[in-house]
């Protein structure tokens, strides 16, 4: 059985930052704690802090379990995360310039031309243009795991929408309000800046022909999308309009709501919607969510659209492989987070390695996300392994392997107690006039026995991550 | 404020006074079925009160004949008619959904509340459930959601659109029960003034909560012309048709001067009004309750139309 990093005890002993939790769970009988689990549920209930999952019968609106049991960085831990995290974000963003641009990094042979502009999030509708301050993805999240006390390697990056920062915020709302003591007795950073910082960067990108204090809204697909809840969250908490393509219409170079008191101007627009559907005119003309017109106003500088389009041509699972050279190609910098050893099943000896080791590696489809389309080999039975075999070898393409990783663990409640369970964190970092990261992120959590996915989807629940102070 | 936003509170607060209107209605029917007809039996007055819910149609396709229990199930459980009180609580916590972050934490409780119990006595199986529960439940949840919104929200525009679709529900809705008191209940114009008539005027106040109120009010025998009375021109009944009228146009009034531009939508409401304050009872039945109610209505739908146009389609300029 793989050994594998506890991020609390270490060879017997409690690790530092863990230090002040463990008589906290000493002094918490197992009544106690069922009553706090219910409590915790009910607050998330009352809040409507569900996702909501239509079409599949029963109650649309689910919850994300809970666990209670905090994840813990020491400010050193951070302080070197942070780093990495700015950097990889950095480099994302000039990359995306770059290949909407000249393109140096292909010119040069860094990363091949027919990964970039044979990609299917690559838009030829914005070649050429640069958005305001070249930024192209205002919200980077960097999925990250662990496998030791100073190895953290990083899983995928999400340069377009990355959802679940509502439970960053809410998981920590609701952790100070039912154990406050525990916040008197460590020195946790607060998190609660994150709403002000993003509508700092969203401000900050506000597009050049707008000459006042720029009016922001959040676009979202509508309330049956699953993360319609995280939406109207940062919605509120930014203080801005939540809308909806039918909301807006095209008019004289410029983007409009309709309001109850006419026409309102919009410079800049945080989409919670894929590409495809931003503008019927210009990508899929069958859709209903997005606003025609929308993409000339964006090129003519009449409004900004965060993330811009086209950036998730630097977030899919092929281009992952090239990011640490694009660090050192564009900062000059050695990457301070490491990536995951990545074989690339379009390579013909990639592809022979990973046939010949299915049963040991992961692997996962190109554009695949949530956890599907993948197969974790040593937890597969021989036939799955066949069937993924099969699909493999009719579109190579399509798939990328990894090893399976000895993610850390966490102490998590289960039913029996108190176990350990795996982890990863996505931090969100923030891309604007400044880059801002605050000191925390989602904690992931596979709540099942010995697994390692950690998404919703599959089994997976939510932890208060913290970061302590010096 | 979004014209989407706008219309969705205005929703919310339409579809929560039609679920109230619904069990009243439902109530008045098991009343009445209480009561010995004539000659034998009982008397049944559920055809008419599917009439006055203007489900008669969907409900003859549906289940054919009136039977109290189908009709209890259509106008409370029923999703394919759009007007059952299920009907218009889901649809009333959807729209408050969608709205979310323009309603506070009070007002989502109670219509997110109302949504999960009634799903809960959806359940139930229904020979367990007593008519009254569910009417009074309904009448209850109402009450919360109309509380949670005067103790907690925002005076401001979302406000005023909230209680301009109470008000315009509230208007139509009364105009629609006396108007089906009037023309459908009652079998020929020879009943006027008889015993039956009389019956029938208290079934309509007691469906309108304000048989109690009536008495204090007017005391002495029940007369049609005093509850015409009562019930359109009388501003100390909340639900007279004078009182609707007026909460409409004060809503109208405020968005008005929130928005420091007034339309036909404010000049409208204000003709009715004023119509309806020099009107006397005497005048309607000059007119013909029927002919009156009728143009009322129409009156309604057409203000709602305006509010529409000026606020809620997002064509404002």
């Known amino acids: 059985m793989t050994d594998y990093f506890n991020e609390m005890y270490e060879t017997g002993k409690v690790r530092a930052p863990y230090a002040r939790l463990e008589n906290w769970t000493k002094c918490m009988p197992a009544e106690l704690r069922q009553m706090k689990q219910a409590e915790a549920e009910a ?5 409507g802090i569900t996702f909501a999952v239509y079409g599949e019968g029963g109650d649309p609106d689910r919850l994300i379990p809970f666990d209670m049991f905090p994840r813990v960085f020491a400010q050193a831990e951070w302080r070197k995360l942070e780093k990495g995290i700015k950097q990889r974000a950095r480099a994302l963003n000039a990359f995306l310039l770059d290949v909407y641009g000249r393109a140096e990094i292909v010119k040069a042979g860094k990363v091949p031309a027919a990964l970039v502009y044979q990609n299917e999030a690559y838009e030829r509708a914005v070649a050429g243009f640069t958005p305001p301050r070249g930024i192209y993805s205002h919200i980077v999240g960097i ?7 100073d190895e953290f390697f990083v899983l995928e990056d999400n340069c377009r929408t990355p959802s679940g920062v509502s439970y960053m915020l809410e998981n920590r709302e609701i952790m100070m309000r039912m154990f406050p003591q525990l916040f008197r007795e460590n020195r946790i950073e607060p998190v609660d800046g994150y709403a002000d910082a993003l509508r700092r960067t969203l401000a900050s990108v506000a597009p050049a022909k707008c000459d006042r204090e720029p009016t922001l809204a959040i676009l979202t697909p509508g309330h049956f999308n699953s993360a319609y809840y995280e939406h109207s969250f940062l919605a509120d908490l930014m203080g801005v309009e939540l809308v909806e393509g039918q909301d807006l219409f095209v008019e004289g170079g410029f983007v409009w709501m309709r309001t109850t008191e006419g026409p309102k101007k919009l410079d800049v627009i945080y989409r919670r919607l894929d ?35 086209g950036a998730g041509v630097a977030d899919d699972k092929a281009i992952y492989t090239y990011v640490p050279e694009m660090v050192r190609f564009y900062l000059g910098e050695e990457p301070i987070l490491q990536n995951v050893q990545t074989w690339q099943c379009a390579k013909p000896d990639d592809l022979k390695y990973v046939l010949e080791h299915l049963a040991e590696i992961v692997v996962k489809e190109v554009h695949g996300s949530g956890g599907y389309g993948m197969l974790v080999g040593p937890k597969s039975t021989k036939e799955q392994i066949e069937t993924f075999r099969a699909k493999i070898e009719a579109n190579p393409d399509n798939y990328i392997a990894q090893p399976t990783l000895a993610l850390s663990t966490t102490p998590t409640f289960v039913e029996e107690g108190i176990a ?38 599959q089994g997976g629940g939510v932890k208060d991550t913290w970061v302590l102070a010096e | 404020m979004l014209s989407r936003t706008a219309e969705n509170l205005f929703w919310i607060a339409r579809y929560i006074e039609r679920a109230e209107t619904m069990s009243r209605l439902l109530e008045v029917g098991a009343r009445i079925a209480l009561i010995p007809s004539s000659g034998h039996g009982y008397r049944s007055e559920w055809e008419s009160l599917l009439q006055a819910s203007g489900t008669a149609e969907g409900f003859a396709e549906k289940y054919g004949d009136p039977i ?11 999703r394919d008619n759009p007007s059952s009180v299920i009907s218009c609580i889901e649809r009333a916590r959807e729209n408050g959904r969608i709205v979310r972050t323009a309603l506070t934490a009070q007002v989502w409780d109670a219509l997110n509340m109302a949504f999960q119990e009634i799903r809960q006595l959806e359940r139930k199986p229904r020979s367990e459930i007593e008519l009254t529960e569910l009417t009074e439940w309904t009448m209850r949840q109402s009450a919360l959601v109309r509380g949670a919104i005067e103790a907690t929200l925002l005076r401001n525009d979302g406000y005023d ?5 109470f008000a315009l529900e509230r208007a139509d809705n009364t105009a629609r029960l006396i108007d089906v008191k009037y023309y459908v209940l009652l079998p020929a114009v020879d009943f ?12 309509l106040l007691r469906a309108l909560s304000a048989h109690r109120a009536f008495h204090w009010a007017y005391g002495g025998e029940i007369t049609a012309a005093k509850i015409a009375d009562f019930l359109i021109l009388n501003r100390q009944s909340p639900r007279a048709l004078i009182a609707a009228i007026t909460a409409a146009s004060d809503s109208l009034e405020a968005l008005a001067e929130a928005y420091g531009k007034s339309g036909p939508e404010q000049m409208r409401a204000r003709a009715l009004v004023a119509e309806l304050a020099e009107l006397r009872a005497e005048e309607i039945f000059e007119e013909g ?6 143009r009322f209505i129409r009156d309604v739908g057409e203000l709602s139309d305006m509010v529409y146009n000026a606020y809620l389609s997002g064509e404002a300029r």
């Not at chain 1, 607050?43 to 809040?47: G, K, M, S």
């Not at chain 1, 923030?430 to 992120?441: D, R």
């Not at chain 2, 109290?68 to 029923?78: A, G, H, K, T, V």
Request: proline share 7%; hydrophobic share 40%.
């Open chain 1, 275 to 309: 590409d495809a559907f931003l503008d019927p005119l210009c990508f899929r003309p069958d859709s209903m969510l997005g606003v025609p017109g929308l993409m000339d106003v964006y090129r003519s500088g009449g409004v900004t659209i965060c993330s811009a389009p």
């Open chain 1, 143 to 149: 999925d990250i795991v662990r496998t030791g006390p």
């Open chain 1, 420 to 457: 350990p369970r795996h982890v990863d964190l996505r931090p969100y970092c923030l891309v604007g006039e400044k880059i801002e990261l605050v000191p925390g992120g989602l904690t992931r959590v596979a709540l099942k026995d010995g697994s390692l996915v950690v998404n919703s989807s």
């Open chain 2, 68 to 78: 109290q229990r189908n009709i209890e199930s259509y106008l409370f459980f029923d």
């Open chain 2, 192 to 203: 006027v003034g008889t015993g039956l008539d009389n019956y029938q005027w208290q079934v």
């Open chain 2, 161 to 165: 659109f909230l209680n301009l679709g």
């Open chain 2, 289 to 294: 309750l029927h002919e009156f109610l009728t």
């Open chain 1, 43 to 47: 607050l998330f209930r009352r809040i």
